[in-house]
């Protein structure tokens, strides 16, 4: 399971691993924490993966380690969202083309890869959906967080919220053309190419899928 992934995911989990170890050895727990949520999640994908049956490329396992561990150690451990003023856009703006190809991918499954099964603009649609509403649950957690425990993961409140979902509507209609295109056209590359990959990497999933 680990041998087959990349160079970059298995480094970025070493990295993480020593960055928490020595954390705690030196009494610095926020950091330890973050370090050790961060490696959870990167590697959650590997085992959800087991538990489901489906094949996760080894490039889908790299780009979310390289997510993680820019979200949640350079963003909160290392405070990036206040040191450098884009560094929460590029990650709510990625996420949700992320979350759009992940919400596209869920409903060609359902269709098992028929790409005439229904309309592209319909499936597009779902995708697009699927990502703000991933998004608009991520600010209700943030809401939730700060107002229960008294965080400020929220920044300006309201602005930073609307800005957010701004960003997040973005990245999503990014996600979801990708899937459109996919559907509409023969040719592979760039975001279509992720789905590709995945496609022929779980053929069971797409039985009708067709040229």
């Known amino acids: 399971?680990?041998?087959?992934?990349?160079?970059?995911?298995?480094?970025?989990?070493?990295?993480?691993?020593?960055?928490?170890?020595?954390?705690?050895?030196?009494?610095?727990?926020?950091?330890?924490?973050?370090?050790?949520?961060?490696?959870a999640l990167s590697l959650a994908p590997l085992f959800l993966s087991r538990w489901a049956k489906v094949v996760i490329p080894p490039s889908f396992i790299a780009?979310?380690?390289v997510f993680a561990g820019a979200t949640l150690l350079l963003g909160e451990a290392f405070d990036f969202y206040d040191?450098?003023?884009?560094?929460?856009?590029?990650?709510?703006?990625?996420g949700a083309v992320g979350v759009g190809l992940i919400g596209f991918v869920l409903i060609f499954m359902m269709?098992?890869?028929?790409?005439?099964?229904?309309?592209?603009?319909?499936?597009a649609l779902f995708a697009f959906c699927f990502a703000m509403?991933?998004?608009?649950?991520?600010?209700?957690?943030?809401?939730?967080?700060?107002?229960?425990?008294?965080?400020?993961?929220?920044?300006?409140?309201?602005?930073?919220?609307?800005?957010?979902l701004i960003v997040d509507g973005a990245g999503a209609i990014v996600g979801a053309w990708a899937g459109?295109?996919?559907l509409k056209s023969q040719e592979q590359g760039g975001l279509t190419g992720v789905i590709d990959e995945f496609v022929r990497h779980n053929p069971r999933?797409?039985?009708r899928r067709r040229k």
């Open 1 to 39: 399971m680990f041998a087959r992934q990349t160079w970059v995911a298995r480094t970025l989990w070493a990295l993480l691993f020593i960055f928490s170890a020595v954390s705690l050895i030196v009494g610095q727990w926020y950091p330890a924490f973050v370090a050790l949520a961060t490696l």
């Open 111 to 123: 269709f098992q890869g028929d790409k005439y099964a229904a309309p592209p603009y319909a499936v």
């Open 83 to 94: 040191r450098v003023w884009w560094w929460d856009i590029a990650m709510h703006g990625t």
């Open 133 to 164: 509403a991933v998004g608009t649950m991520w600010e209700i957690f943030e809401f939730t967080m700060d107002s229960l425990f008294g965080f400020n993961t929220q920044k300006s409140g309201l602005p930073d919220t609307m800005g957010d």
């Open 180 to 182: 459109w295109f996919y």
């Open 205 to 207: 999933l797409f039985q």
């Open 63 to 65: 780009a979310a380690t």
